[in-house]
């Protein structure tokens, strides 16, 4: 039992020592390497907390650029229903300017028509008068009335 007493005693004078000697000559750098640990830790932790307003961040700027495009987007929407309503009033303005052209047309053979007739039937009247004239002077001078 003396013998393990001894044991137990050169062995924590050992384990003393050494742990001595971690300190004189291991003692200098590990601090350094341990603040730098824990300074990358706390760096790590914290780029890791601010990962979500990070992602928030990229979230809303996803939404506006999303926004903005959506501005143009319903702008031509709009732009091509408008187009496509200017096209159909295009249309019925053609097609009323057609008939309307169809209409002045037949009111111009109408009144064209219409002047032919009052032309000849002034033509007639006059040819008419002067016919009897004409026809009743001839007869009255073979009568011998002059």
Not at 35 to 46: I, M, N
Not at 52 to 80: C, F, G, H
């Amino acid at each position: 039992m003396a013998h393990h007493t001894y044991r137990l005693a050169f062995y924590s004078r050992v384990v003393c020592a050494v742990i001595a000697l971690l300190f004189i000559f291991g003692g200098a750098r590990v601090p350094g390497a341990y603040a730098s640990y824990w300074d990358d830790v706390y760096q790590g932790f914290e780029q890791f907390s601010r990962l979500p307003s990070d992602v928030y961040q990229l979230k809303e700027s996803y939404r506006q650029t999303q926004d903005e495009l959506q501005k143009p987007r319903s702008s031509i929407e709009a732009y091509q229903e408008q187009n496509a309503g200017l096209l159909e009033q295009n249309r019925r303005l053609t097609d009323t300017v057609t008939e309307l052209k169809n209409l002045q047309t037949q009111r111009d053979q109408t009144s064209h028509r219409n002047k032919v007739l009052v032309i000849t039937a002034v033509i007639l009247l006059a040819g008419y008068f002067v016919g009897t004239r004409l026809l009743r002077y001839g007869m009255r001078r073979r009568s011998g009335r002059y």
